[in-house]
């Protein structure tokens, strides 16, 4: 039942007020206000008529129209809709409308549902309350919704004109906090106090698991809560954490505030303050935190970290870390200072904002050492990590006709135990499309002469090499080598006898370079000296080369009554020849102790000329393997294909001029257990034998020189498909994205915390006494390399490393990182790591037991953002020794 009441009260106003309004209307008495208006239209009327010369016009003036009564202006400001299922009652003397069961109000910007709703137009005032049922319980709360803000109490009363209310037993969300109130008096839109208030992150606010009691407090909706004498109630139990008042932030836009730090203590720096700071929210597209660590002996660290972000164009992230470590004391023999430093950027573009053009980044430099002696717990599952690497890039398409593409790339690999860097600042690369000048418009090329394509490709590299030791620094660029190099290739494909596919080019090179070397001895130190000769300079080059390759399928089958119905080779073999000529004039000769060596003056370009004709064979052979098996479902009406071996590969090369085969090469790979175990393995043989200095055959031919094999399994149960973490930060410092060598995760970061449910897991699905469904997940990963190039025959390196985690019950969740190293035989970095879900806290320990990364932490804390300060965590740093 809907109806206007703004309607309703303008009748009943009319038929209270009676004829004489009406009477009023029609019989309007003169006053003075007419009369003047009246003689102000006489004077105007004569002084046209002075104006111009012509009889006046005198206009009658109808009095009817001019009424001098006051407009009735409407009690309500607005229009007011309403409903109720089970009676709307009118009560026309008290100026009351009931509406019961069900009851629904509208007015202004006001939404009131209730199970009794009083509407008072007399005194402004709106009663809403609930209802009791049958049983005796309380139903149809009211809820009370004025813009965005949303309360539901027990009952209110409320006054739409000055805007005040009082109500009982209030609940209200702000946020991630949810408020419930005793009694609450609404001063304005914008001002609330409140008495007996239960703040809280919980969900279940009847009854949460933990809330703050402010005796009295002040909300500012959307900005803040202020309240008086608060303490903290764990399970409706008081305990002694007390403030006599407190602050709690509300909004919705991010804004700039401290980061408190958190204590603690390692055995040679000495007790800490970690991971404090300050947070600036520069704006709503880019922010920034400053981070630190002190420690009493006086190291320090420094952090900053930045995201930005901008909506359908491009987003990133940048984080530069710098640490100055010092071990023990001043004097002592362990004494040790170090300072080390990582930088890390991470760039996307997005695709729909200019297709074509690119620009993507992906930076991990800084010290060798940086991950294995970081005193940051985000670093430990990186310590094991070898290579750093970064890479940043342009692109960038034209769409003429032939096409043309460009890209600038700086490259950057680092070696972390040798600690050698080679970067490439920058390399340009630019292509023109193929061109083909035979064929037609329109069309299919077919044949030799219209397959003819050249294309044109530039590719120009500032080559840098160093070490640590001067990074960045001036001698480092004092080495770079720059050069260009063109290619033109000449290419065309064609079909023999139908079955075979043959391709023949003709390529040509040609290398600029800006750096040549020339070698002489000195015969002091019977070394050869490399002189740098700065300058431009350049060599051509051209080979021919050829391919022929085609296709075998070989299909057997098997009963169709068996488990196995076919099994399906598929082959494909190949053919190269290649020719290069000498061009050993841009070779020179410099004398010996033992007589004369050549060399070319364009060691370290993009490419050198070969010193003598290369003339080989080159054979290949790939292989693949798949069956058709009978489906154990019976409803299907197909075999199932399976894979049984992806691919076997064998190739080899005959060179031509010295009449010498190459080694031949075995590689292969496969899923296996329904593609869950990774599978690769490879091998080196010889076709010759191995011979001592005396000439003695000491191994055989066709020997294995090496050999590796490397297995990955994981398994995880049906209820936890699709859903294991990745270690992001992990795959950042440049190591794995799962957590086979630990999780890089701090432990007092809540929201980094891989472990934590996420927001769609949070709603607890157990049910009964007993739940046998418990998701698990166990990561195995096996090496092993074997090497027999001088006939040592020896295991090289052989390791298994294995990570399992599993959910013993629905909050608690735990997770192993171990190895073995049967080569050195010693156990690999281990981690256990545990966490206790508290629905609105979180509870995590992790510990490494042994080894130089032992260490261990416990952290309890409030998830919601909001109250994220509101935690307490203990850890030992790793004891490291500086070298």
């Known amino acids: 039942m809907r109806t206007n009441l703004f309607y309703i009260v303008l009748s009943v106003y009319f038929l209270t007020i009676g004829s004489s309004l009406l009477l009023a209307q029609e019989l309007p008495k003169p006053n003075k206000s007419f009369k003047s208006k009246n003689q102000a239209s006489k004077a105007e009327t004569a002084s046209i008529k002075q104006a111009n010369e012509q009889p006046p016009i005198v206009k009658k003036i109808d009095t009817l129209k001019v009424d001098s009564i006051k407009k009735f202006k409407s009690a309500l400001e607005g229009k007011v809709k309403y409903r109720a299922k089970k009676y709307a009652k009118f009560d026309q003397k008290k100026k009351l409308i009931t509406l019961y069961d069900g009851g629904e109000l509208n007015y202004l910007d006001y939404e009131l549902k209730a199970g009794i709703i009083v509407f008072d137009y007399q005194k402004n005032e709106v009663y809403a309350g609930r209802l009791k049922d049958s049983a005796g319980n309380y139903t149809q709360l009211p809820v009370f919704k004025q813009g965005s803000n949303v309360i539901e109490p027990d009952s209110i009363r409320f006054n739409y004109k000055t805007k005040k209310a009082i109500i009982w037993n209030s609940r209200t969300s702000q946020q991630e906090m949810n408020i419930k109130t005793e009694v609450v008096k609404k001063?304005?839109?914008?001002?609330?106090?409140?008495?007996?208030?239960?703040?809280?992150?919980?969900?279940?606010?009847?009854?949460?698991?933990?809330?703050?009691?402010?005796?009295?407090?002040?909300?500012?909706?959307?900005?803040?809560?202020?309240?008086?004498?608060?303490?903290?109630?764990?399970?409706?139990?008081?305990?002694?954490i007390a403030l006599p008042f407190a602050f709690f932030p509300i909004t919705v836009k991010s804004h700039s505030g401290i980061i408190p730090p958190s204590f603690g203590q390692n055995n040679d720096r000495g007790y800490a303050l970690q991971n404090g700071g300050y947070y600036f929210a520069l704006s709503e597209k880019y922010d920034l935190a400053v981070l630190g660590d002190y420690y009493t002996n006086g190291s320090y660290a420094m952090r900053f970290e930045s995201s930005y972000a901008n909506k359908y164009k491009y987003s990133g992230n940048v984080n530069i870390r710098f640490e100055n470590l010092i071990s023990s004391e001043r004097g002592y023999p362990d004494y040790a200072k170090s300072k080390i430093y990582n930088i890390q950027w991470s760039h996307s573009k997005d695709t729909k904002s200019n297709p074509n053009s690119r620009f993507s980044a992906s930076v991990n430099l800084g010290s060798s050492k940086y991950f294995q002696q970081s005193i940051n717990q985000i670093n430990i599952g990186s310590t094991l990590n070898n290579t750093l690497s970064s890479s940043v890039s342009y692109s960038k398409t034209f769409n003429t006709v032939p096409q043309v593409n460009m890209s600038l790339t700086a490259t950057h690999s680092q070696n972390t135990q040798t600690k050698k860097i080679n970067m490439t600042l920058p390399t340009l690369q630019a292509s023109v499309d193929r061109v083909f000048p035979f064929a037609p418009k329109d069309g299919i090329k077919k044949g030799f002469i219209k397959n003819i394509n050249l294309q044109y490709n530039l590719r120009g590299e500032n080559q840098i090499e160093t070490t640590d030791e001067f990074f960045f620094k001036k001698e480092m660029f004092s080495t770079a080598r720059t050069g260009f190099q063109h290619t033109i290739p000449l290419s065309t494909n064609f079909k023999i006898f139908k079955y075979f596919s043959s391709t023949s080019s003709v390529n040509y090179n040609e290398v600029w370079t800006l750096q040549t070397i020339k070698k002489s001895s000195d015969y002091v130190t019977n070394q050869v000296v490399s002189t740098r000769v700065n300058g431009f300079d350049s060599f051509r080059t051209y080979n021919f080369s050829n391919s022929i390759g085609t296709t075998i399928y070989g299909t057997f089958n098997f009963k169709e009554t068996g488990k196995i119905q076919s099994i399906?080779?598929?082959?494909?073999?190949?053919?190269?020849?290649?020719?290069?000529?000498?061009?050993?004039?841009?070779?020179?000769?410099?004398?010996?102790?033992?007589?004369?060596?050549?060399?070319?003056?364009?060691?370290?370009?993009?490419?050198?000329?070969?010193?003598?004709?290369?003339?080989?064979?080159?054979?290949?052979?790939?292989?693949t393997f798949e069956a058709k098996i009978r489906d154990s479902d019976s409803t299907a009406t197909a075999p199932k294909k399976i894979m049984l071996l992806n691919n076997l590969n064998l190739n080899s090369n005959y060179d031509i001029e010295n009449e010498r085969w190459s080694n031949i090469g075995i590689s292969g790979g496969t899923l296996l257990f329904n593609q869950k175990m990774n599978?690769?393995?490879?091998?080196?043989?010889?076709?010759?034998?191995?011979?001592?200095?005396n000439d003695n055959i000491i191994a055989n031919p066709f020997r294995m020189v090496s050999a590796n094999l490397t297995m990955g399994y994981t398994i995880t149960s049906a209820t936890k498909e699709d859903?294991?973490?990745?270690?992001?930060?992990?795959?950042?410092?440049?190591?794995?994205?799962?957590?086979?060598?630990?999780?890089?995760?701090?432990?007092?970061?809540?929201?980094?915390?891989?472990?934590?449910?996420?927001?769609?897991?949070?709603?607890?699905?157990?049910?009964?006494?007993?739940?046998?469904?418990?998701?698990?997940?166990?990561?195995?990963?096996?090496?092993?390399?074997?090497?027999?190039?001088?006939?040592?025959?020896?295991?090289?390196?052989?390791?298994?490393?294995?990570?399992?985690?599993?959910?013993?019950?629905?909050?608690?969740?735990?997770?192993?990182?171990?190895?073995?190293?049967?080569?050195?035989?010693?156990?690999?970095?281990?981690?256990?790591?545990?966490?206790?879900?508290?629905?609105?806290?979180?509870?995590?320990?992790?510990?490494?037991?042994?080894?130089?990364?032992?260490?261990?932490?416990?952290?309890?804390?409030?998830?919601?953002?909001?109250?994220?300060?509101?935690?307490?965590?203990?850890?030992?740093?790793?004891?490291?020794?500086?070298?």
């Open 679 to 693: 599978v690769n393995f490879g091998s080196i043989l010889s076709p010759y034998a191995l011979r001592d200095t």
């Open 187 to 240: 001063e304005n839109d914008s001002v609330y106090f409140m008495k007996g208030a239960r703040i809280t992150t919980a969900k279940d606010l009847d009854d949460p698991e933990y809330y703050f009691l402010a005796r009295r407090a002040k909300l500012v909706p959307g900005k803040k809560v202020v309240v008086g004498l608060t303490n903290l109630y764990i399970a409706d139990v008081p305990t002694p």
């Open 568 to 623: 399906r080779h598929v082959m494909r073999p190949s053919i190269s020849y290649s020719y290069a000529p000498s061009f050993s004039k841009y070779y020179e000769q410099y004398e010996t102790a033992s007589g004369y060596d050549s060399y070319t003056r364009f060691e370290g370009s993009l490419s050198t000329p070969g010193n003598g004709i290369a003339h080989a064979l080159g054979f290949n052979l790939s292989n």
């Open 723 to 883: 859903k294991t973490k990745k270690n992001v930060q992990g795959a950042k410092n440049g190591g794995r994205s799962d957590d086979l060598f630990g999780s890089n995760n701090e432990i007092n970061n809540p929201n980094q915390n891989d472990d934590l449910v996420s927001k769609e897991d949070e709603e607890d699905t157990f049910s009964g006494f007993y739940n046998a469904d418990i998701p698990w997940d166990i990561n195995l990963a096996y090496s092993i390399t074997y090497s027999n190039a001088l006939n040592e025959r020896k295991i090289s390196s052989n390791s298994l490393m294995v990570s399992a985690n599993t959910d013993l019950t629905p909050k608690w969740k735990i997770g192993v990182s171990t190895g073995y190293d049967f080569t050195n035989k010693g156990v690999t970095f281990t981690q256990i790591r545990l966490n206790r879900d508290l629905m609105s806290w979180n509870m995590s320990f992790n510990w490494s037991p042994f080894g130089q990364n032992a260490y261990w932490g416990f952290f309890i804390g409030i998830k919601a953002g909001v109250l994220s300060d509101i935690k307490w965590d203990k850890q030992t740093q790793r004891d490291r020794t500086l070298r």
